[in-house]
Every structure is written in structure tokens, then in C-alpha cells.
């Protein structure tokens, strides 16, 4: 988009910096500030005090070597996954596609106990395999790497699989054509033509999965066992009362996401490719001909769907089970319907419901907004060092667990700033909404960037020569062809913020309670089914949600 | 070729307007209810409770408030105690909570130490021990928690559970015990606090204490995250024994209707007091002191006493009128409590780095 006239060019610069002076640079200045701090003064001492502890340098390496793995795993499962479902059509084909989606309908909390329910050492699983095979002592325990890894990449491969599926549905299929009718094999395709194609897909993904993992805190903390990684010290050193040192050790954390930001843009530079121009060729889903490979496809979809929705399913199971009766039998031995009686008669159900409805919609719709402010004018942007500026800074919330975007945006708003004048964020409805915003519009950002690094320049381009205004070309051109990317990404956005509870915990107000909370307090009284009700009710709220953009996504979609 | 591209351009067009409309109409609804549902303001008195509570014993005390109160519009911000902690200290300069009601009494002195807490003397400030309230009136103590050795009735019979603290050293136990992780409870700090001041008191230094952890760490199955996950585990039998405070264990075996028991330990055992403070600065002050003495009437202690396993502080309660259990008695382990909160988070440092996990190593 090279002919942005001056006027738009800084409205969008305006909006751009504006959020990023207020969400990013502002709270997070403070934070910077304090880790450099020792006794009153400037000094480095705490970065020195946590260089000379053993455990925090290896929560350091353990946090880089389980985030690399989580990637290389969540590839691994979602790349195949997004091919299977986006290029070929078999029997089934639309409800596995939807089904492979189902980690991303999984609350926290509820979703970390239904797995547990599920693959936990006394769980669903370990239970069948034992009494199948007369064992003394179940075949497993949940805990240490391999437990940890399994989490990460059950909740974090959609990242792959929907960004991926998202970019599948955006590449040239003439190209692929072209290739074919020189003589080209599948493989040869698919290394030089598809995932060339694909790179900025798989490097958003990759990214967004790097990044979730480090913050990752809650599987590291149940799953875990006597692994330790950095989000687990920043915990313990603020249990402890040691704030320099939960500091110092998150500017750490942060600066690693970053630096992987940085490599990672370094290789999306060198793989830089703009689909030519959509001519000929509308994508098609090639239907599996001989019969064997459409029952090979079948039976892939069948055995990845049914293994990713069993914790939905056991979560579903839990909801209906009666509390406190399922103690060593496989399945639950009673089951009831008065866990959701229990919390449907509670007067503070459906606003807790409508609370969290309305602050991710909120959240997810000004990130979309704002996402197209600031993929615009990336792409204006002549200089590569103010380009990757941008986005390095785009990226900070994400790199940040999400309770230290809820302390440093609750440190800079809590009183009279000189920001906001007298307005006090904190304590009023507004604060999740904004919180929400800052830590997932990252994800629509990538996701939108994405697809618009793959749209061909001349397009918008010859609709200027034809005499479209800045504004027609944006709404008839740039937009329908990001719009899959768009849509995926805030729907990312917003069902992730359905459930969020790390950040909300610390600064939600009684006007703006949202589920996660009431889930929480569920569990923290025993009731699991409660807990797990509340959780199926949040999930079809989620689905329904899916089923909604699928369809926008599809209507969008050229 | 040409016609139906035509057509599916417009009808791309369409569809996008169309989805451009609809986000727009939710984002306007969703507004819309935002307004409504703050507008709603008739309550001419206010009062916002924080509170570590369940929604069980909370909608019960609240909802019998309301009743005695209409013109009260009581709010309830339920998180853990020591999210409590944080966010009384965040909002130092803004208070927004009236009431802080139920941690440990090591909290609630934190607090005070730190100059959160208001002064409030209650009616019935003369009827609970000195050790059961702030010398200077900041917090007053509620319900107290003896701590137990909590076992899985089905898989330990009564009289091989262990009696004592030492017993669960046992190595018959050995990757049986499931111990709750200490660093962010109030219950699990106390008790390895306990066994690290028995060993300063009876020698000077914590290093007997230290290698009591260890051992017990040979033994420990698993650390939980927190205890719903652990009384859950236990109740599965992951593992057999753990160490849990006396309420729970009551609730879970008979309200929950989990197969758990408990040993009181013979050699004594540390009580922890659940209390009740007043935030500084509150913005409801009057209010929150009216719902103070109205969740420590002897009224209001014998139903939390009756219904929700807890029990009452107050000394001057008709001990009839509790449940059995409560009035059997048990040795109580002095404890000093302003070493174990000022040295504790040095103590649980050192497990954290040198004995977690390590004992199954060798």
C-alpha cells in the first residue's frame, strides 16, 4: 500500500502511539525502573544477585528449553492437522475441522482439572490401562517434562493449526497448479511453493506459541513437578515478599520473548512472499479419490478429533458427576443434575456470564480496530528499524505473564497520573476490558499482519489506478482478502479472554466479575462439578461463538 | 467465468457489510447492558467485603444480612487470602474494600505491620484470648484450625494411621504422602513452621528441623498445587496420608462425603486463628464495623460452627450447642509466631532450593 495520503497516514500514527504510550511504554517504564533499583539507587546489583543463584539461572534455561519444545511439538500436531482439514475433503471432513479446534473452547482452571481427571494418575485413562493390564500401581504420573509438554501442546497447537489453516485458505493455488503442470513432485511442492507460502503463518504461530509458553504458568505449576521454570520463581519470589526480584526476574522473562521476536523477524525478512495475483485459480478442497486414502483420512480425522475432545468430553462427565463419590472407579459411579441446578438458581450466574460476554467483546473488537491502525501504517513504514520497533512493541504484553500486565497497568492507573489527569482506572468496570485489550490484541495483530503480508500490492494498487479512494481500496480490496486472518485472530482474542483469570484476579471489581472468578471460587469449596458446570456452559457459549465466525469467515473469504 | 466472479464479488460486499453491521450491533448491545447494569444504584448504603470465603457460608451470611439489612447493597469479592494481601496493598492510596474477612492471623498481622489495617475494638473484644487478637485492635480472630494428619479411611485402617508428626517420617509411608505446596499457604507454612521452631527451641537451630523436612520428602508423592487438588488426590488415592487443617477434613469427610479421617497429633499440635479486620481507609467504614459484629454474634458463630465446620474463638459460646467434635479436646503446640512470620519465608527459601525434591533423588 505504498500511496497513503499524509492526512489518514497520521490519524493511524496518532491512534497507533497514543495506545502504545498508554498501554505499553508508560506501565512497563515502572517495572524497568524498579529492577534496576537497589537500596534507593541506580544499580545492577539485582540483576548480579539473580546471576549468582543456581536455581534461577536454571529456571532460566528450563524456561527457553520447554518453550522450543513446546513449539516444535505444536507444529508438529498442528501443521499436519490445518493440511489434512483445509486441503482435502472426506467424509466428515467440516465436523473434524471444527472439532480440532476444541482446545481453545477449554477454560483454565476447569480445563487444567478435567485433564487431570482425564490423564492424571488416577484419571480416566491411567485407570482403563490398569485395570486392563492387572497393575499393581497406575502406569503413570502426571508430572515432570513430559506431562508439562503434553499440556503445552494439547492448549497451544491451535495456534499452528488455525493460523496455519487460515494461511492455507489465503495462498495461491495457481501457483501450486503451475508447479504441478512443470513436472513438480507433492514434496517438492510443498517445500518450495506451499510452506514458502505459508512462512508468515507458521512464524506468527511459532512466535505466539514461543511466547505463551515462557509465560506459561499455570500448567508449569500443576503439571510440572520439580521442573522449574521462570514463572514458577517470579511466584515464589513474590509469595516471599521479594518484588526487586520478581521484577528482575520478569524484565529477564520478557527480554528472552522479545529476543526470540527479534530472531524470528529476522527469518520472516528472508522469506518475504506476496501471493501473485489470485488470478485463475479460486482454492479448491481436493477430494481424496482411491478409496483406501479416503479411509486413511477418515480414520486421522476420527482418532485426532476423538483424542482432542476427550478433556471436553471428561469436563462434560465431571459437570454431571456428584461431588465426592468418584474416588477409585474408572467412570463416576453417580450423577446428578444439581451441580448446574446448584449454580443457575445463584442470582450472580448469568452476570457473571454477561460480564465476561461483554468485556471480551469489548476487548476483542477494539483490538480488531486498532490491529488495522497498526498493520496499516507497519506497512507504510519505510524504515525496517522503525517497522520492527513497532511490532517489538506490539508484542510486550504478550511476552509478559498476565499478572504482570495486571500489576503494572493497576501501579500506573491507581492513582492520579499524569496520563489520565484524575480518571482512576483502577477499581471501575473498565479496567479487564483494557487489561484484555493489551494482552491479547497481540494476537489479532500477528494474525492480521499475516494475512496481509500476503495480499500482492498490485492489487491495491491497480484499484488506485482505476481511481479508488484510500478508503474504497481498504474496504473492497485489503479487507476481504485479510478478512479470514482478521476474523480468526479476534476470535483467538476473544475466546481466550472468555476465560482469562491470572490478570482478572488481581484487579477485577464486583461490577465486572467474570466467570473464571466464580469458577475459582467453586473450586476453592470443593464443588468440582459446579466448577466443571460453570466450565461446559462457558464452552458452548465459545462454540457458539466459532460457529458464528466460521460462518463470517466463510462469507468473507474470496 | 466473468458473470458468476461478478456475482460473487457483490455478494462479497454484502456479506462484509453484513459482518462489518453485526459486530457493530454487538458492540453497541453490549454497551448498552454495560450502562444498564452500572446504572442500577438504589442501595442507599454500601459495603464491599473481601473475602477468601466459599460461595457456601458466604451467600448463607450474606444473604441473612440483607435480610436484617435491606437498605445494604453488600458486595463480595471472593479471592484467595493472600491475593487479599496484595491487592489491600495495591490500593493503599485508593482504598475500595470495607471489610477483610478470613485469613490467618500471620496475614492479617502482615497487614497490620504494614499499616493497612483500621483499629476496631468489637463488642465482644474481652471474650477471645490475647492470643487471638492484635494487641492494638487492627484484626480480632474468628474461627481457629487445629492441624491434623489427614488419611484415606478405605486404604488406612485407624490404627496404623499415623498418631504423630514423626510417624509420618515412617518409611512404610514412603511415596505416599501428599503434601500441599507451602509456599502459597497459610496452613502448610504454619506447620513446617511448627516443625522448624521445635527444632530452634530444643537446639538452637533449624538444622534438625531441616532434615525432619527431608526425610519427609523421601516420603511425599507428590506437592500439590493447592488443596482442592490435594484432598482430591487423596480421596483417588494417589496418595494415602497428608497434613491439612481439622475443618476441611471434617467438611470433606462429611459434607463431601469424601473416605478421609484424621489424627490430632498426640505430641501437639500449631492452631491458627481465622480473623476479621477493618480496611484503612475503608470507604464504608460504619458499614463494614455493622457486618463485622454481625458475622461474631454467638449466633452467627454457632451456625458457621453447625454448617460450615468452623470453629468459634469466642470463649463465651454455649459449647452444647457445637457440633461433638469440636468440644473433644487436644494438645495445642505453642508456637512463636512473630519468629515463624518474620524468619518463615528465610525457612521455606531453603526447602524450596535445598530439600524440595531432592530426597526421591537419592
Known sequence: ?558 | MHLPRKERHAGDSRSQAGAGTLLLATLLITLLLVACSSGKQSATHHLLIYTPHGPDLLVHFVARYKAAHPETEVQVLDIGSRQILERIRAERNRPQGDLWWGAAHTTFQTAADDNLLATYRPTWADKVPASARDSQDRWYGTYETPEVIVYNSDGVTAAEAPRDWDDVLDPKWRDKILIRNPIPSDTMRVIFGAIIWRSIKDTGSPEKGYDWLRRLDTNVHEYTADGTFMMQKLARREGLISLWDMPDARLFKEQKGLPVAYNIPTSGTPVVTEGIAIVRGAPHEDEARRFYEFVTTTESLVQAAQKFYRMPVRTDIDRKQLPPWMNEPFTRLPLDWDVLRQQGDDWLRYWDTEIRGRGSRH
Not at chain 1, 472426506?90 to 476444541?102: H, I, M
Not at chain 1, 503463518?201 to 513437578?225: C, D, E, K, R
Not at chain 1, 465426592?324 to 448446574?340: D, E, S, V
Open chain 1, 1 to 558: 500500500m505504498p500511496s497513503l495520503r499524509p492526512s489518514p497516514r497520521w490519524i493511524l500514527l496518532l491512534i497507533t502511539l497514543v495506545v502504545l504510550l498508554y498501554g505499553v511504554v508508560y506501565p512497563n517504564v515502572d517495572t524497568i525502573a524498579t529492577s534496576l533499583h537497589h537500596d534507593g539507587h541506580w544499580s545492577p546489583a539485582n540483576y548480579l544477585a539473580l546471576l549468582s543463584q543456581r536455581l534461577a539461572l536454571e529456571a532460566v534455561f528450563t524456561s527457553i528449553g520447554v518453550s522450543v519444545a513446546t513449539v516444535i511439538l505444536c507444529a508438529l500436531v498442528g501443521i499436519p492437522l490445518a493440511f489434512l482439514f483445509e486441503r482435502y475433503s472426506f467424509p466428515g471432513r467440516n465436523v473434524f475441522a471444527t472439532l480440532a479446534a476444541l482446545p481453545l473452547v477449554l477454560p483454565p482452571l476447569v480445563g487444567t482439572v478435567a485433564f487431570i481427571f482425564l490423564c492424571g494418575e488416577s484419571g480416566i485413562l491411567a485407570r482403563v490401562v490398569q485395570r486392563a493390564l492387572h497393575l499393581q500401581e497406575p502406569p503413570w504420573s502426571l508430572r515432570g517434562w513430559g506431562a508439562l509438554l503434553l499440556f503445552h501442546t494439547y492448549t497451544m497447537y491451535p495456534f499452528f493449526y488455525v493460523l496455519a489453516g487460515a494461511g492455507l485458505r489465503r495462498i495461491d493455488a495457481g501457483l501450486a497448479e503451475a508447479g504441478r503442470s512443470l513436472g513438480a513432485r507433492p514434496l517438492r511442492l510443498l517445500f518450495k511453493i506451499v510452506l514458502p507460502q505459508l512462512t508468515p503463518s507458521l512464524i506468527a504461530a511459532g512466535l505466539l506459541t514461543f511466547m505463551t509458553s515462557m509465560a506459561s504458568f499455570s500448567a508449569p505449576l500443576l503439571f510440572g513437578g520439580n521442573v522449574r521454570v521462570l514463572t514458577l520463581e517470579i511466584f515464589t519470589a513474590r509469595q516471599r515478599g521479594d518484588q526487586p526480584m520478581a521484577l528482575t526476574e520478569t524484565v529477564i522473562l520478557a527480554a528472552i520473548s522479545l529476543v526470540a521476536l527479534l530472531l524470528f523477524q529476522r527469518y520472516e525478512g528472508t522469506r518475504k512472499f506476496a501471493a501473485a495475483a489470485m488470478k485463475g485459480a479460486a482454492r479448491r478442497y481436493r477430494p481424496l479419490g482411491t478409496g483406501s486414502t479416503r479411509l486413511l483420512a477418515f480414520i486421522v480425522g476420527v482418532i485426532c478429533s476423538v483424542g482432542l475432545a476427550l478433556p471436553v468430553a471428561t469436563l462434560l462427565l465431571v459437570s454431571f458427576a456428584r461431588d465426592g463419590q468418584w474416588t477409585t472407579q474408572t467412570l463416576p459411579p453417580a450423577y446428578t443434575l444439581a451441580n448446574y441446578s446448584r449454580i443457575l438458581t445463584q442470582r450472580s450466574a448469568g452476570e457473571v456470564f454477561l460480564n465476561s460476554l461483554s468485556m471480551s467483546a469489548i476487548a476483542a473488537l477494539a483490538a480488531l480496530l486498532w490491529s488495522f491502525c497498526v498493520v496499516t501504517l507497519s506497512m507504510t513504514m519505510k524504515r525496517r528499524v522503525s517497522r520492527r520497533l513497532l511490532s517489538l512493541l506490539v508484542l510486550v504484553p504478550w511476552a509478559l505473564p498476565g499478572t504482570v500486565v495486571a500489576v503494572s497497568i493497576a501501579e500506573a492507573y491507581g492513582e492520579p497520573s499524569l496520563l489520565l489527569g484524575s480518571f482512576i482506572l483502577v477499581g471501575t468496570f473498565w479496567i479487564l476490558p483494557v487489561i484484555y485489550f493489551l494482552r491479547f490484541m497481540p494476537l489479532v495483530v500477528r494474525a492480521l499482519q499475516a494475512s496481509m503480508e500476503q495480499i500482492d500490492p498490485s492489487l491495491p494498487e491497480a484499484a488506485g489506478s482505476l481511481g479508488a479512494t484510500w478508503w474504497q481500496r481498504f474496504w473492497r480490496v485489503t479487507l476481504p482478502l485479510a478478512g479470514p486472518g482478521a476474523i480468526a485472530g479476534t476470535l483467538l482474542a476473544f475466546v481466550i479472554a472468555l476465560g482469562e483469570y491470572v490478570a482478572s484476579v488481581l484487579v477485577f471489581v464486583p461490577t465486572n466479575r467474570p466467570v473464571s472468578i466464580a469458577i475459582a471460587s467453586e473450586l476453592r469449596d470443593f464443588n468440582l462439578g459446579s466448577a466443571a458446570a460453570y466450565g461446559v456452559i462457558l464452552m458452548a457459549m465459545i462454540a457458539l461463538s466459532m460457529i458464528v465466525a466460521a460462518r463470517l469467515e466463510r462469507s468473507a473469504s474470496v
